[in-house]
């Protein structure tokens, strides 16, 4: 697989009209996938100590290896944002990803929120997870994503790190109220952070009077009807003219995973609609056309064909 498919060379073309697409074949939307375990989500936090994480039966190679089926069945490729400690224990899924084509980025070592985090914190703990993801992976990465999009107000000194570390995105803005992170005043479209290089790709989501809804993955995509979530990527792409930006993790494709104590809350966040999201991922991966976010934001043409077209160089 050559450079052009990893990104390397990032051409900015956020400010460019990427829509109406009108030439050829379906929009290209951006998918990506927070691969950590079952036991490193926020929910099991309490659940499951850090210092316990080597103890636990892992699933996540398998569950990511299954998303890498379903996602050569539909010929697309996406963004794989790795966590450090992951790529330290399964480099073999790492080399894999990249050699399926999919764009490598980080998702931090130890899953912790920015906002528990001091600025020292922050930097150890990225470069800490940098450097094991470019070590399995054999190229630089360039994305980065917070655990439980945790780039909030408040945190904002945490771009200007990630902008000296070599990032050159960062998608960790989901702009809805939620209890981990209220970001519900946030830019709902890519920009530029201030007095940085670091370009913010935000989830997507949809705009209905003052309000922002979601519906562009994880927990949301689970819970909501199907056709909810693709009425809105229709709309967003009809309607706002741009990509939408969408998120899974490994985890939520597997209804067998082990049944951790927690708390009612974050049972229901972790647990719920496990058993259909292997089938509504085939069927929104089979509706809509998926890249990298390093293709659908940054590529000069960021119009790209679906991975059956694109030149193997
Ligand atoms: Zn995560």
């Given at each position: 697989?050559g ?72 010929k ?89 570390t ?55 995509f ?13 709309k ?32 229901l966040?972790q ?31 960021a119009?790209?064909p ?8």
């Open positions: 697989m450079p052009k498919l990893q990104c390397s060379m990032l051409k900015l073309s956020l400010f460019m009209p990427l829509y109406p697409h009108d030439k050829s074949g379906p929009l290209p939307n951006a998918i990506s996938v927070d691969v950590e375990d079952y036991f490193h989500t926020e929910a099991m936090s309490k659940a499951v100590s850090r210092t316990d994480w080597d103890k636990m039966p892992g699933r996540v190679q398998r569950n990511t290896e299954r998303l890498f089926e379903l996602f050569a069945a539909k697309v490729r996406g963004t794989f944002f790795f966590l450090g400690w992951v790529a330290e224990r399964y480099p073999g899924l790492v080399r894999q990803a990249r050699e399926l084509g999919h764009e490598i980025a980080c998702h931090s070592y130890w899953h912790r929120p920015i906002y528990t985090l001091s600025a020292a914190e922050f930097r150890e703990d990225l470069h800490r997870a940098k450097a094991v993801i470019e070590d399995a992976a054999g190229i630089k990465i360039k994305g980065y994503r917070a655990p439980s999009f945790s780039m909030t107000q408040g945190t904002e000194w945490a771009a200007e790190i990630l902008a000296e070599g990032f050159t995105y960062d998608s960790s803005i989901h702009p809805v109220a939620h209890d981990l992170y209220d970001n519900r005043n946030a830019p709902r479209h890519p920009f530029r952070v201030a007095g940085t290089s670091l370009v913010e790709i935000p989830i997507s989501t949809v705009r209905m009077g003052s309000r922002n809804f979601p519906f562009a993955g994880g927990g949301y689970r819970l909501l009807p199907y056709a909810y979530v693709h009425w809105a990527i229709r967003f792409n009809r309607v706002e003219k741009r990509p939408i930006v969408f998120y899974l993790h490994p985890w939520e494709i597997d209804p067998e995973q082990p049944r951790l104590p927690a708390g009612q809350k974050s049972r966040r647990y719920t609609g496990l058993g259909k999201t292997m089938r509504n991922l085939g069927r929104l991966l089979e509706e809509f056309s998926f890249a990298p976010i390093c293709n659908v934001f940054f590529e000069e043409a119009v790209l679906r991975a059956d077209g694109i030149a193997q160089d």
